[in-house]
């Protein structure tokens, strides 16, 4: 019995009707319906507390996104549980298309466009050719890399920054504490698509913002604890950084009354750069639940030391 699980009874029973058609072989239940003795495996999002303790024969779980960080702080996740993620599920177009959105924007000073219609100004402004804007990335995972490759294609020079050192073809990679500080300092664009892991928590302090290139755009698509809100704001205050694309925030959601909100040079989303895709997160989970039942090794298991 496999146990399917999200805070909405209306996205469960369609992700029931899609693994049930998927392997029809076995069971893909409710919580409602499960006989917590009979699961096997829990595919969830949103898990209320309490409920892995409640499954004493589980033998692995499978996270309906690609961020796990929640997941990782939750106090009844036993240490030996193994834990998979979703690696794309559709969600690398995705957070190419926003990326992408913002990087062109800045290239062709919407944001300062915006900002002249808000006070009645006309005042045409030299173009931008894709080549006049480097793009850092944050971030080379499976989505990061393929968000670099495709501002690569575009004829944007695209570095990137990892834990480890990365090959990617077209794109300069970069890693460690140097190589951060290289990226910020040489980068007209940054954009973070970071996991939230201890290591990446407060990544973005004032001190490394701070290096960022004069008139630079930020673009925060991974997590919301990446980033010292405060400080961001003060150097969009003093002109240094000249716009922000937001999509994470420290606390979701965003706090109504919250600077950020009203501020003229940063635009917000609703945590949706990249959101999982039904059939593609099925057709991956389904994948791993064969190659287990082979015997095989699945892919997108979580290294709890690392973070995802």
């Known amino acids: 019995m496999i146990l399917v699980h999200t805070p909405s009874p209306k996205e469960v029973s369609a992700y029931l009707e899609l693994f049930q058609a998927a392997m029809p072989e076995q069971a893909f239940v409710s919580l409602e319906q499960a006989t917590p003795d009979e699961v096997r495996y829990l595919i969830a999002w949103g898990l209320p507390d309490g409920i892995i303790a409640r499954l004493p024969r589980l033998q692995a779980m499978f996270a309906l996104g690609a961020g796990v960080d929640k997941l990782l702080s939750r106090q009844d996740l036993p240490v030996n549980l193994p834990l998979y993620r979703l690696l794309d599920s559709g969600m690398a177009n995705q957070m190419t298309e926003y990326i992408r959105y913002g990087v062109l924007g800045y290239q062709r000073n919407m944001d300062v466009y915006r900002r002249q219609q808000a006070t009645g100004q006309w005042r045409m402004l030299a173009p931008q050719l894709p080549e006049d804007v480097r793009v850092g990335i944050l971030g080379l995972g499976e989505i990061g890399s393929a968000v670099a490759k495709a501002l690569a294609r575009d004829g944007y020079p695209v570095s990137g ?47 490394r913002l701070s290096l960022m290139q004069p008139g630079s755009m930020l673009i925060n698509a991974g997590r919301g604890d990446l980033l010292d809100q405060d400080a961001l704001l003060a150097l969009l205050n003093n002109g240094h950084i000249r716009c922000a694309q937001l999509d994470v925030f420290a606390e979701e959601p965003l706090p109504h009354g919250h600077p950020l909100w009203h501020h003229p040079s940063v635009t917000i989303t609703p945590h949706v750069a990249a959101i999982t895709l039904r059939q593609q997160a099925v057709e991956q989970i389904v994948g791993n639940l064969r190659k287990l039942a082979a015997g095989l090794q699945a892919e997108g298991r979580v290294e709890r030391a690392q973070g995802y």
């Open 161 to 207: 920054w990892s834990r480890g050192p990365k090959h990617i073809h077209h794109v300069h990679s970069l890693h460690g504490e140097a190589g951060l500080e290289k990226l910020l300092e040489t980068s007209d664009v940054i954009a973070s698509v970071l996991p939230s892991t201890p290591q990446t928590q407060g990544l973005l302090n004032g001190a």
